[in-house]
């Protein structure tokens, strides 16, 4: 793989957090400048949500043809690809007045930044070894979502408007590259061996259940909570503290999820982390006007909802060999971007059928899924295991 130690194991886990950091920054403040340069250009709600959906394909796209072009060409020069890419799309795209030049913009700068995150992923868990995996995987949680909590911040400093603040985060998507390149290795790769995704699939299909679950509860939280919680009474500002509460608890809980893991065993967390999401979904109707419950509630949600990635990415690290760690990783992303395509379609449904609590009728529903499979195989682990 193309990969070099620098100094130190620990100097190298320290430069990924670096990247990851900077990459969550560029997805915290891009999401926000496209929405609102897309509704300055006459886009309507429907449109917008078209155009980030091309922002999806473009992960897909990563997620299908980078373990190939890594084995063909190597990480460095895809590093220098992606940059490029990444950072001259968000120069571009408040110098363009074009909506098909939005679309291709949208979806170049998707690929770049796609590239940086599989790549940081799959490195992590190759620095990695099953007594600290899930500590260094909590930690990229944290440094992922902590930067994607401070991009919109940065907006709001810099407002929407003019070159400014696409500049800034095309610099923050060219800072996160540059420690990947320091760990890149210049060699050229050798050979190049074919690996077919479905049969990783069926190496550990649970893992990739576990992130299309992933996708599917963190992505309809994201997009349906606030109109829930504005349909239960909450005022607009009420709301968004609401959804900053979920994403506090993503950020701060993943660590201690991480040691966890380390501590107790991956079992154990996974099962924390549906039991939690469940106790959550059932008391959300009654805690929804009561500010004091409601706070606390969703700090603990999103920290469970969050821990369902972190915990498939340090089992896909305990599975895999270093070898097939891209294309495992890449199908890993795939998994949790359908789930993210799926929820909030099929959660908008239930809340058009049941106004009230449609929400939380349909994640809870998923979550009993998800624990009956995950029941479901357990039970089926402890029947292979020969007895003594």
Same mark, same amino acid.
């Given at each position: ?17 670096? +990247? ?9 403040? =891009? ?11 006459g886009? %309507? ?15 897909? +796209? ?10 063909r ?5 895809? $590093? ?10 968000? $120069? ?26 599989l790549?940081?992923?799959?490195? *992590? ?28 911040l ?5 407002? =929407?408007? %003019? ?5 800034i ?6 800072? =996160? ?24 699939? #069926? ?5 990739? $259940? ?33 959804l900053?509460?979920?994403? +506090?608890?993503?950020?701060? *809980?993943?660590y ?18 549906t ?25 603990? #949600? ?9 915990? %498939?990415l ?21 998994s ?11 959660? !908008? !449904?239930?809340?058009?059928? #049941? ?11 998923? +979550?009993? *899924? ?19």
């Open positions: 793989m193309s990969l070099k130690i620098y100094k130190s194991e620990r100097a190298a886990i320290g430069l990924v957090l670096v +990247a990851v950091g900077g990459v969550g920054i560029v997805v915290g403040m =891009s999401l926000p400048l496209l929405t609102l340069l897309l509704e300055r250009g886009f %309507g709600a429907s449109l917008i949500g078209i155009n980030s959906a091309t922002g999806s394909l473009g992960i897909l +796209a990563v997620g299908l043809f980078s373990a190939r072009i890594l084995g060409h190597g990480a460095y020069g895809a $590093i220098i690809v992606a940059m490029m890419l990444g950072a001259g799309s968000l $120069i571009a795209l408040p110098l363009v007045n074009h909506v098909a030049g939005w679309f291709i913009l949208r979806f170049l700068l998707a690929i770049g930044v796609g590239f940086l995150w790549l940081s992923e799959s490195w *992590l868990n190759m620095l990695s070894d099953d007594q600290n995996r899930g500590r260094i995987i909590g930690l990229y949680a944290v440094a992922f979502s902590s930067g994607f909590a401070i991009g919109p940065i907006v709001a400093a810099t407002g =929407s408007q %003019g070159l400014l603040p696409f500049a985060v095309a610099a923050a998507m060219i800072c =996160s590259a540059l420690p990947m390149l320091i760990l890149a290795d210049r060699a050229a790769p050798q050979g190049h061996q074919v690996i077919r995704m479905t049969g990783l699939f #069926w190496l550990a299909p649970f893992v990739f $259940i576990v992130g299309f679950a992933g996708g599917l509860f963190e992505m309809t939280a994201y997009t349906l909570l606030p109109i829930y919680t504005l349909s239960e009474g909450l005022s607009e500002t009420a709301s968004l503290y609401a900053s509460a979920f994403s +506090a608890g993503g950020i701060g *809980l993943q201690p999820l991480g040691r966890l893991a380390d501590f107790a065993g991956r079992q154990a967390l996974l099962m924390l982390n039991t939690g999401i469940l106790a959550c979904l059932v008391a959300l109707p009654y805690a929804i006007t009561e500010s004091v419950l409601l706070i606390p509630l969703l700090f603990v #949600w999103g920290g469970m909802v969050f821990g369902l990635y972190t915990t %498939g340090i089992m896909l690290g305990d599975k895999f060999r270093a070898g097939d760690l891209v294309a495992a990783n890449a199908l890993f992303i795939i949790f971007e359908s789930g993210a395509v799926f929820g909030p379609a099929l959660s !908008g !449904g239930a809340m058009d059928l #049941w106004p009230d609590h449609g929400f939380v009728r349909f994640l809870l529903a998923m +979550a009993v *899924l998800l624990m009956a499979t995950i029941l479901y195989r357990n039970v089926r682990r402890r029947s292979v295991i020969p007895k003594n």
